[in-house]
């Protein structure tokens, strides 16, 4: 399973941006999705995850009410629109899924290459 990032950028305090990723492959299933970033001289954290189903969603305190997760599971595609983006928001922004191989029946977990988001003041 390969997961690949789009939609990083430069905006304005106050902008909107909306990150892609999409999940490639065979024979697998995705359970759930997320979203992470890391800031320069910060850990790696949690933005938002997102079930199989797209019924259960989690977000990070910061993120709550401005970001919003989503996906289309017939594209294989997760999403997060970026709404009212602060200076704070700037990081590499990485995609995660975690699910099930069917040609080895094992769980696995992938990360994509990581989008930069970059929003000034």
């Known amino acids: 399973v390969h997961l690949v990032e789009s939609g990083g950028g430069l905006v304005q305090a106050g902008g909107s941006l909306r990150l892609s990723c999409a999940a490639s492959?065979?024979?697998?299933?995705?359970?759930?999705m997320g979203w992470y970033r890391q800031a320069p001289g910060k850990e790696r954290e949690l933005v938002a995850t997102?079930?199989?189903?797209?019924?259960?969603?989690n977000y990070a305190d910061s993120v709550k009410g401005r970001f919003t997760i989503s996906r289309d599971n017939a594209k294989n595609t997760m999403y997060l629109q970026m709404n009212s983006l602060k200076p704070e928001d700037t990081a590499v922004y990485y995609c995660?899924?975690?699910?099930?191989?069917?040609?080895?029946?094992?769980?696995?977990?992938?990360w994509g290459q990581g989008t930069l988001v970059t929003v000034s003041s």
């Open positions: 997102i079930t199989s189903g797209g019924g259960s969603t």
């Open positions: 995660n899924a975690g699910g099930v191989d069917h040609t080895t029946t094992r769980y696995f977990e992938r």
């Open positions: 492959g065979s024979a697998f299933s995705i359970t759930v």
